[in-house]
């Protein structure tokens, strides 16, 4: 399922394959963010143009609108939004978390967390929904995707040590159910990865990951990072827990980040990233871009003990003055036509009048760059 073809010998970056039931897939790898089944402002024929094997989408919006029975009677995921390429989500843990610090106007929150599962209530009506380990497993396997994730609870640092204590405890004991109840599930199966938790407290780390990899799964992703901690406690967090996992499965940091805290976590071991940073940034007008000799820069960032910076790229915000006039093209090496052959002022324009073609091109570039680095670091390794 997951072979390593190279390593290098100074770090623990590696490049590899991971096999899916869509295809494989060539590790160090980014996963562009479908949260509601569709990139904003891309479709899924912009992201094949682009090169991406993979999406990730969002069991917790997809559950409740339009519903995982409505997207299997649909004939799947892939099917409903015509995407043939491979589709990992996420269990919709984090979000129903980051719930827990709203509250309804008379102060009651408006999730009731147990050790059987979460009780949390809609955003969409308010209606009540139940997220069990069992049940988040069998929404994703009714989506049909190629990797489904293992229900945990995320902690937003900081968080006291009692709170991750038992963040890890209920991560454990949600990760051996849903190991049990795929054993009872017939048919067709998803990969399924489990999730390290533990904050910053190096124990808890360990102690998740010895047993998380204990239970055997396909992979293993690293959770409860980039939520509040600093770059420097992140790659602690990073050297001390993937030394622990085991090397011949594909390890996860889900949800980042900007290109340099990728470069850092490829050189820890890292073999699979997603983030919003490119659409979230593009639909602001934010433009990211390599400098000259990227790929020199690349290597060179991948096998430095130096901790590597953003001096490799920059980022533009195409809404200032300085583009209004600017005849240079989006992106003159683009594989989309329009990012070649339109300009950086047309763009400024754009955005200027709050055009949705404007934070498209912009989507675009930003995906681009990411999948393009990404292809660079494997070059590189």
């Known amino acids: 399922m997951f072979k390593i073809i190279r390593s290098k010998n100074n770090s623990r970056a590696r490049r590899g394959s991971l096999k899916t039931a869509h295809g494989m897939l060539p590790t160090p790898f980014f996963m562009p963010v479908a949260t509601q089944g569709t990139i904003k402002h ?93 049940r988040s497993l069998h929404i994703q396997s009714d989506l049909g995707v190629d990797i489904a994730v293992v229900l945990d609870e995320c902690v937003a640092l900081p968080a006291q040590r009692p709170y991750l204590e038992h963040s890890v405890d209920l991560t454990t004991e949600w990760a051996k159910r849903t190991k049990k109840a795929l054993r009872l599930m017939k048919g067709k199966k998803p990969l399924v990865f489990a999730v390290v ?58 949800g980042l980040g900007y290109p340099e805290n990728i470069i850092e976590a490829v050189k820890r071991g890292v073999d699979m ?72 002022a047309y763009l400024h324009y754009l955005m200027k009048i709050n055009e949705p073609l404007g934070q498209r091109l912009a989507t675009l570039n930003n995906l681009e760059f990411y999948l393009r680095l990404m292809e660079e670091i494997r070059r590189a390794l």
């Open 42 to 134: 891309a479709s899924a024929e912009d992201i094949r143009r682009l090169g991406s094997p993979i999406l990730l989408s969002n069991t917790y919006h997809l559950m409740l609108r339009p519903g995982e029975k409505a997207v299997k009677k649909m004939g799947g995921l892939h099917s409903f939004m015509d995407w043939q390429g491979a589709i990992l989500t996420d269990s919709g843990g984090f979000q129903v978390f980051s719930l827990a610090a709203d509250r309804t106007k008379t102060g009651q929150s408006l999730v009731k967390l147990t050790s059987k599962g979460v009780e949390f209530k809609s955003y969409i009506d308010g209606s009540t929904h139940y997220l069990t380990p069992e």
């Open 197 to 254: 938790q533990g904050g910053t407290e190096k124990d808890l780390r360990l102690k998740s990951a010895a047993e998380l990899s204990a239970l055997d799964f396909d992979g293993y992703n690293i959770g409860g990072l980039a939520v509040g901690e600093t770059a420097k406690e992140m790659y602690a967090v990073l050297d001390y827990t993937i030394a622990a996992l085991p090397e011949n499965k594909p390890r996860y940091l889900m």
């Open 273 to 344: 990233f997603d983030c919003v940073i490119p659409t979230r940034e593009g639909r602001h007008g934010r433009l990211f871009s390599f400098k000259k000799n990227t790929p020199a820069a690349i290597k060179k960032l991948l096998i430095s003990k130096t901790v590597a910076d953003n001096s490799f790229y920059e980022t533009n915000t195409i809404t200032n003055a300085k583009f209004a006039f600017d005849k240079k093209p989006i992106n003159a090496q683009s594989k989309i036509p329009e990012l070649r052959n339109l300009s950086r």
